[in-house]
């Protein structure tokens, strides 16, 4: 049984969490350190962007069983979702970790379940035992008593899709790493308060290799993409049409290049492979180092195209170049720039070309800090009229729809392949 269950660390992960567990009438105790975050959800909202959370928030708080609070509470289970980014040199980064530890240990009670779900190096689930047992001598834990500890700890990996977070919550399977079987068994039962999957026992460090692994294998098949459309353009041969006869084989399935790879998942997660095992972990790396340059590869592209359309029009002058940038968000149809190769470009193009840059991007209101001064954000109409370069770097569904006859007369670089 399940009395209460306190969630700590409200972001994309640890909020959607919350509020499903709450919508299945359990008593939620949100924690965070963010006091306006903690504000927002209290008064039924939210501080992020995901389809129809803000209708299960609103939901879950009005009905009395999700709130929001900086200090955590007694609860029956502890579910730890606080980021784990890297370090300098990509060591991963486990001290939001350890703050949570340190916040809630001190209200842990005999029969409490501690779950990690923060994507973490191998042992994270381990140290973090450790570091509770430091704090509460007066408990025992598993990695000293195994069964018969009083607090269960398990590691099980949120494995959600930004944009598709609720029904992935809800429909994925689960792999659920306890620190003994007992440990498992207990966080099972929680997961299976809403979880329509299947909920798979294993330990924990296999646990944190297998979200690990997951992030990893689209991280490689996502290089093997780009740098298929590096050594394409080399031959001149359209990588997408080769991409799409290459699929037709039963048993090939090669991915989509892009301008990199974003976001705070995929282009991290690898690195804690390769940290912990560096000498062995050479595609991986490498997976990352290919993935990491594209960018580059894509600006310098763009400079080529810039002097190309200087030698055509040679009354110009580099400071009358007018660039558009379409797509600033790190995947299509979301509003999120967080470790946006698309970003990275336009920053970049900013600072390197002198003419005007124009970044169109349906999803947000207002620029970022780092491109207001130099950058305009406008509508499609407005950049196809003004634009002599076409940049595309992320592939909206407005921008599928353009029509194809009104980029005719532009030079244009796509690297989502969607404009032929
Ligand atoms: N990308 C490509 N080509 C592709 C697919 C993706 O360039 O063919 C790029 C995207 O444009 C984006 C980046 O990769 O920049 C990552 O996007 P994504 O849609 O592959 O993944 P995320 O980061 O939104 O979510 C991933 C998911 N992991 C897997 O699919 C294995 C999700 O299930 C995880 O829960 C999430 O990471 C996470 O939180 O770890």
Partial sequence: MFNSVSVVGLGYIGLPTAAVFASRKIKVIGVDVNGSA????????????????????HAAVTEGFLRATLVPEPA????????????D?????????????????PVLKVGDLVILESTSPVGATEQMAKWLAEIRPDLSFPQELGEKSDIRI??????????HV?????????????????CSERAAALYKLFVLGECIITNARTAEMCKLTENSFRDVNIAFANELSIICDKLDISVWELIRLANRHPRV????????VGGHCIAVDPWFIVSKTPEHARLIRCAREVNDSKPEWVIN?????????????PEKSAKEVTIAAFGLAFKPDIDDLRESPA????QRIARECPGRLIAVEPNILELPESLDKRVELESIDFALERANIVLLLVDHKVFKGIDKARLGQVKMIDTRGIWG
């Fill in 343 to 346: 970003l990275e470009i336009t």
């Fill in 89 to 105: 040199g990509y060591e991963p980064d486990l001290s939001y970790i350890e703050s949570a530890c340190r916040a809630i240990a």
């Fill in 38 to 57: 903690v504000d927002i959800i209290n008064q039924g909202r939210i501080h992020i962007v995901e389809p129809d959370l803000d209708i299960v928030v």
């Fill in 76 to 87: 029956d289970a502890f579910l730890i979702a606080v980021p784990t980014p890297f370090k």
């Fill in 301 to 313: 592209k763009v400079k080529l195209l810039v002097a190309d359309y200087l030698l055509s029009n």
């Fill in 154 to 163: 398990a590691y099980c990996p949120e494995r959600v899709l930004p944009g």
């Fill in 166 to 182: 609720l029904q992935e919550l809800v429909q994925n399977d689960r792999v659920i790493g306890g620190l003994t079987t007992k």
């Fill in 253 to 260: 399935s090669v991915l989509q290049p892009g301008p990199g």
